[in-house]
């Protein structure tokens, strides 16, 4: 499956210890994403801001757990976290970019957390 296209997942599943979410898509290809980058990365207002300069760098959760996954129509979920975080909707195509870009994500994220003297 090519990587430009966004296909809707067949199957989420949470991690036993609640701190990975693997998405199996069709065809057989996989994306695993951990709970601390679902939750640094939320597409929530509340750590993407209104506009790209009001982006929060969010820290502290190295250990932040998925409590749960609800179902929003047919196009997204909301991920609930254990530390009370639940206001983002991951739609497909926003997992599927994740998915695709999660290393160049992350060591963005790093980045602003080491620039900010800010850690995990």
Request: proline share 5%.
């Amino acid at each position: 499956m090519s990587r430009t296209q966004s296909p809707t997942p067949d199957e989420l599943v949470v991690s036993k210890d609640r701190r990975r979410l693997t998405l199996r898509y069709p065809g057989g290809e996989a994306s695993e994403l951990t709970a601390e980058f679902l939750r640094v990365i939320s597409p929530s207002a509340e750590v993407q801001g209104h506009s790209p300069d009001q982006k929060v760098t969010v820290a502290g959760k190295r250990d932040v757990a998925i409590s749960d996954i609800r179902p929003i129509g047919h196009y997204a979920v909301r991920i609930v976290f254990d530390d009370g975080h639940d206001s983002g909707l991951y739609t497909w195509s926003y997992l599927f970019r994740l998915g695709a870009e999660k290393d160049a994500l992350w060591q963005a994220h790093l980045n602003d957390l080491a620039a900010k003297k800010l850690s995990r």
